[in-house]
């Protein structure tokens, strides 16, 4: 395995469920990011861990609820998202978030669509 | 308030021509630059980056372009392959002490037809 592995790729939920995303990195980094991407919006960014830390948390609604227990996994838990939250869910992991003078490596994403 | 734009939704070529994609920045305090190309049903992978201190760097086919007084960068794709199609997003970071995270532009869908 290389890189940067989300599961699912796909996930179909109601507003009243429970789910969770889940990122694993085998580069040995250090920082972990969740993004968000809407249709026709940039990346934006949600949230970051540096060496299992929060360091960033960009206002995001607290139905969305991110845990880094160790370096190499960090996941995001959904509950009683809308249906704006459709989206595409990118992980990513850089060797080190202090500066981000480094290029980041971005799973595959999890297409989310809320119904 | 977009940071990063990428005003050209998207750009088709011919094999073999260039291709000039154009992104547009607001804030001074940028000091590095980054392209990423992303494939349909795959995640933005790092393609070019440049420092501030610099206003070119080549990597093969691929060069990035730096004009810090207009806050311009392009990415030159000479020439360019049926295998460059995808979507090319431009980013850029602060300098400083605190975190610098990647503020991204929407994307420049690119068409290089045979």
Known sequence: ?115 | DQQVKQNSPSLSVQEGRISILNCDYTNSMFDYFLWYKKYPAEGPTFLISISSIKDKNEDGRFTVFLNKSAKHLSLHIVPSQPGDSAVYFCAASGAGTGFQKLVFGTGTRLLVSP
């Open chain 1, 1 to 115: 395995e290389t890189g940067v592995t989300q599961t699912p790729r796909h996930l179909v939920m109601g507003m009243t469920n429970k789910k969770s995303l889940k990122c694993e990195q085998h580069l040995g980094h250090n920082a972990m990011y969740w993004y968000k991407q809407s249709a026709k919006k940039p990346l934006e960014l949600m949230f970051v861990y540096s060496l299992e830390e929060r360091v960033e948390n960009n206002s995001v609604p607290s139905r969305f609820s991110p845990e880094c227990p160790n370096s190499s996994h960090l996941f995001l838990h959904l509950h009683t998202l809308q249906p704006e939250d459709s989206a595409l869910y990118l992980c990513a992991s850089s060797p080190r978030p202090l500066p981000m003078n480094t290029e980041a490596f971005f799973g595959q994403g999890t297409r989310l669509t809320v119904v």
